[in-house]
């Protein structure tokens, strides 16, 4: 069984900064993709960024240019490094690992409870 545990989240300026952390359990986590995912109130939960296996990074346009996702696959740890924040990026941020089909980047396990992102203007 999949378990993520996601932390890091905080109240922050807008043009701050936040480094999300997730650690993953129940899967080989070295040979999977993972992502991070956000929800803010009202809409869908979308992908933000990808990292797959290979170390080959994929990004919403959202993000481009200003979140990195990076991988320790001796800690089972995901990251994502957010830098210029705008309230727009304000959300609860999950991560999953992810496996592409016909609807891009699907969650392959059950969420985990989340880290909240507030960006305040």
Same mark, same amino acid.
């Given at each position: *069984?999949?378990?993520?545990? /996601? ?16 650690v #993953?359990?129940?899967?080989? +986590?070295?040979?999977? !993709?993972? !992502?991070?995912?956000?929800? =803010?109130?009202? @809409? ?15 990004? !919403?346009n959202? =993000?481009?240019?200003? +979140? ?5 696959? #001796? @800690?089972? &740890?995901?990251?994502? *490094?957010?830098?210029?924040? @705008?309230? /727009?990026?304000? !959300?609860?941020?999950?991560?999953? =690992? #992810? ?15 989340? &880290?909240?992102? &507030?960006?305040?203007?």
């Amino acid at each position: *069984q999949v378990q993520l545990v /996601e932390s890091g989240g905080g109240l922050v300026q807008a043009g701050g900064s936040l480094r999300l952390s997730c650690v #993953a359990s129940g899967i080989t +986590f070295s040979i999977n !993709a993972m !992502a991070w995912y956000r929800q =803010a109130p009202g @809409k869908q939960r979308e992908v933000v960024a990808v990292i797959r296996s290979s170390g080959i990074t994929n990004y !919403a346009n959202s =993000a481009k240019g200003r +979140f990195t996702i990076s991988r320790d696959n #001796a @800690k089972n &740890t995901v990251y994502l *490094q957010m830098n210029s924040l @705008k309230p /727009e990026d304000t !959300a609860v941020y999950y991560c999953n =690992a #992810a496996i592409m089909n016909g609807s891009g980047w699907s969650p392959l396990g059950s969420w985990g409870q989340g &880290t909240q992102v &507030t960006v305040s203007s």
